[in-house]
């Protein structure tokens, strides 16, 4: 073999071998993560000022809800720590409960509750499955909270409600 040759044959094997990646990579998906804020305003607070049936206790009309951006905040790192790390609790997998996430987030609050839930696919579903579920809606209808937002990552939903002081 010459040379010549010989070096052209090495420098093409050189050449494929930097175009083979030597890792193969695959991308993580990303959890969906949008949330129409208004969509879940005008759900929450029909019912709201509807009046609802939470289980054998009726609980009458009450004041509608506004968003906020700091219990938006707090919902969307447990909704995507639960979606990550695969569970689904109120409390975060090193024990962290919902109180503490929200103060986390530098919101101050007189009271506080927290509504989870899981393979909903809209916003209409989610609100539908915790005014059908008579804890949750009393979360939901409790005259005391004045602010929500809520959360997603994928089909984990996280609905934070509060009362700042």
């Known amino acids: 073999m010459q040379p010549s040759l010989f070096i052209a044959q090495a420098l093409l094997v050189y050449a494929l071998l930097l175009a083979i990646p030597l890792s193969r990579t695959v991308p993580v ?70 109180h503490v996430r929200i103060r986390r987030q530098a919101y101050n609050y007189f009271t506080c509750a927290e509504n989870i839930g899981l393979g909903h696919h809209t916003e209409s579903d989610v609100i539908r499955g915790w005014v059908n579920s008579p804890g949750h809606c009393a979360n939901l209808m409790n005259d005391w909270y004045t602010e929500v937002a809520v959360a997603r990552a994928g089909n984990y939903w996280v609905m934070l409600l509060a009362a700042p002081n």
């Open 29 to 98: 998906q990303s959890p969906a993560t949008e949330v129409d804020k208004a969509l879940v305003l005008q759900l929450v607070n029909k019912h709201r000022g509807a009046g609802q049936q939470c289980g054998a206790e009726y609980l009458p009309p009450t004041e509608p809800l506004a968003w906020s951006a700091k219990l938006e905040r707090a919902a969307q790192l447990h909704a995507l720590d639960m979606y990550r790390q695969n569970y689904f609790s109120h409390n975060s997998k090193d024990g962290t409960p919902f």
